[in-house]
């Protein structure tokens, strides 16, 4: 594995790699954040990520070690959200994150030690009722957060992603989550457990959980920016 500058490391190099080599790069810390894929489908995912500072990114992707199609920002900044569509169920994409100061981070793990892969889900429809969940995000002062990324998830499933509107509420479908492993429609029943993480370049809100119940649309709370 190369970097632009010339950089090479092996095949078993890992995440404290890639932490303390960015350092040393960048003279501070591993620019990119919370990386994560969502809202996977039959030929639609979505790229999320934010950096330490501002950057106007591109993502490069492509099958079979291919990097031929590309997607790009036309501002610059700190919250980064891409939608790759137009793809193919059920086959394995590789990307790649272009910063646009020509370091391409081309590695085996990303910043959640996953490979830097994603597949589309093959063309499984189970009939479910469509349960929604949304919630709200404010800053240490109360006031609204608009844009926050919020992912959703419960054990087993790809993560949903949604970013907060105008009033800083964000909705999902939770009958939109995948099997991780099989690309299927999962149930959703009361009971469930569910996952939330709250990512802004204000600040993040991790680690917390919902207990379905009740009746769908189901209200998850409001989340504070830490």
Same mark, same amino acid.
Do not use: R
């Given at each position: 594995?190369?970097?632009?500058?010339?950089?090479?490391?092996?095949?078993?190099?890992?995440?404290?790699?890639?932490?303390?080599?960015?350092?040393?790069?960048?003279?501070?810390?591993?620019?990119?954040?919370?990386?994560?894929?969502?809202?996977?489908?039959?030929?639609?995912?979505?790229?999320?990520?934010?950096?330490?500072?501002?950057?106007?990114?591109?993502?490069?992707?492509?099958?079979?070690?291919?990097?031929? +199609?590309?997607?790009?920002?036309? &501002?610059?900044?700190?919250?980064?959200?891409?939608?790759?569509?137009?793809?193919?169920?059920?086959?394995?994409?590789?990307?790649? /994150?272009?910063?646009?100061?020509?370091?391409?981070?081309? +590695?085996?793990?990303?910043?959640?030690?996953?490979?830097?892969?994603?597949?589309?889900?093959?063309?499984?429809?189970?009939? &479910?009722?469509?349960?929604?969940?949304?919630?709200?995000?404010?800053?240490?002062?109360?006031? /609204?957060?608009?844009?926050?990324?919020?992912? /959703?998830?419960?054990?087993?499933?790809?993560?949903? +992603?949604?970013?907060?509107?105008?009033?800083?509420?964000?909705?999902?479908?939770?009958?939109?989550?995948?099997?991780?492993?099989?690309?299927?429609?999962?149930?959703?029943?009361?009971?469930?457990?569910?996952?939330?993480?709250?990512?802004?370049?204000?600040? &993040?809100?991790?680690?917390?959980?919902?207990?379905?119940?009740?009746?769908?649309?189901?209200?998850?709370?409001?989340?504070?920016?830490?």
């Amino acid at each position: 594995m190369k970097l632009d500058d010339g950089t090479i490391f092996g095949d078993d190099f890992q995440i404290n790699d890639y932490e303390s080599y960015f350092v040393n790069y960048f003279g501070n810390e591993n620019p990119i954040k919370y990386l994560k894929v969502s809202n996977y489908s039959i030929n639609n995912v979505t790229i999320s990520f934010l950096t330490t500072s501002d950057y106007n990114c591109s993502i490069l992707y492509g099958t079979e070690g291919n990097f031929d +199609m590309n997607i790009s920002e036309s &501002v610059a900044g700190k919250k980064h959200i891409f939608q790759i569509e137009n793809l193919t169920l059920e086959t394995t994409y590789n990307y790649k /994150i272009d910063l646009g100061n020509s370091l391409i981070i081309d +590695m085996d793990v990303d910043n959640q030690d996953s490979p830097f892969t994603f597949k589309t889900t093959p063309n499984i429809q189970n009939i &479910v009722t469509p349960l929604t969940l949304g919630g709200k995000v404010i800053d240490g002062s109360g006031n /609204i957060i608009e844009n926050s990324i919020a992912y /959703i998830w419960k054990n087993g499933t790809y993560p949903l +992603m949604a970013q907060t509107n105008s009033n800083g509420i964000f909705f999902v479908v939770l009958s939109n989550f995948k099997d991780s492993t099989t690309g299927a429609q999962v149930s959703i029943n009361n009971g469930d457990e569910i996952f939330i993480d709250i990512i802004d370049i204000n600040g &993040v809100n991790l680690g917390n959980k919902y207990i379905l119940s009740g009746s769908s649309p189901y209200e998850a709370g409001i989340y504070e920016l830490k």
